[in-house]
C-alpha cells in the first residue's frame, strides 16, 4: 500500500533538520496546521498527514472497524513513521490527536521520541474526582444530534469549539472543515472521540512532553491540561494567552512560539 497517498503526506523544510509530525484532530485535516508550519519549517523538518477518512487521503482505504478505536489512528500514525523512516521524531498533535499520539509512542518508541499536546483531553467525560468538561447526557446528546444531522451539528458547533466569537470566520473555516468530512466517517471519528476514555495511557509517557493549554476552552477546560501535566512525570505545561480549542488557527504566532521554546529545551 502507498502510505504517501492513503495519508497524503507532504514534507517542508530542511532536509537534514529534526523532524516535527503534526497530526490534526476530529473533523480537521492537514491545512489547520497551515499558520504554524512557516515558523516550524524555518528550522524544523515538518511532516503533515491526514488520517485515513479525513482530507486528501484515500477514503477507500477507510473501515469501520480499524477506526472505531484509536488504536487504528495510531496506526496510521506508525505506518506514516515507517514510510519516511522517522526516527525519534517529535509528535505534535491537536485535540484528540494528542492521545494518538501516546499509543503511537508506545507502540513504537523508537519513532517518536518527544510529545506536543495541543488542548489535549484523555477523556471528555467528567468522573469522581476528575472534570472533564462533560456528563455523560451532554456527550449522548452531542452524538445523537451530530448523527440525527451533521450539516447542522457542524454549523452549530464548530463556532462553540472554535471560541472567539468576535472572528467569525475561524467559526465558518472551522464549520468547512466538517462539512467536508463524509457524514458516515464522521460519526465514527466522533464516537471514538468523545466516548474513548485514555487517562491509563498516560501513565507510561516517559518522553519529554509539552502540554499547551488555552486560557478558555469549551471543549479542554483547565482542570484537563492539569491532570494530564500531573500524569505525565517531567512535562512542561504552558497556558497559552488564547481561547478556543484551536490555537494553531486562533493564536498561531503563540502556539508556534510555544512549540519553538519546548523544542530549544530538548537541545
Known sequence: ???????????????????????????????MWRLVVPALAKRYRVVLFDYVGSGGSDLAAWSEERYSSLQGYAA????????????????????????VGVLAAHAAPERIGALVMVTPSPCYIDDEGYRGGFSTEDIDELLASLEANYLGWSSAMAPVIMGNPERPELGQELTNSF???????????ARTTFL???????????????????????????????????????????????????????????????ILGFLESLK
Open 196 to 258: 474513548t476514555d485514555s487517562r491509563e495511557d498516560l501513565d507510561g509517557v516517559s518522553v519529554p512532553t509539552l502540554v499547551l493549554e488555552c486560557e478558555q476552552d469549551a471543549i479542554a477546560p483547565r482542570e484537563v491540561g492539569a491532570y494530564v501535566h500531573g500524569a505525565i512525570p517531567g512535562s512542561r505545561l504552558v497556558t497559552l494567552d488564547a481561547t478556543g480549542h484551536c490555537p494553531q488557527l486562533s493564536a498561531p504566532e503563540a502556539t508556534a512560539g510555544a
Open 179 to 189: 462539512c467536508a468530512t463524509d457524514p458516515d466517517i464522521a460519526r465514527v471519528f
Open 76 to 99: 496510521d500514525v506508525v505506518d506514516v513513521c515507517e514510510e519516511l523512516d522517522l526516527r525519534q521524531a517529535v509528535f505534535v498533535g491537536h485535540s484528540v490527536s494528542a492521545m
Open 1 to 31: 500500500m502507498d502510505i504517501r497517498r492513503r495519508n497524503n503526506v507532504n514534507v517542508t523544510g530542511p532536509d537534514d533538520a529534526p523532524v516535527l509530525l503534526l497530526a490534526h484532530g476530529f473533523g480537521c485535516d492537514q491545512n
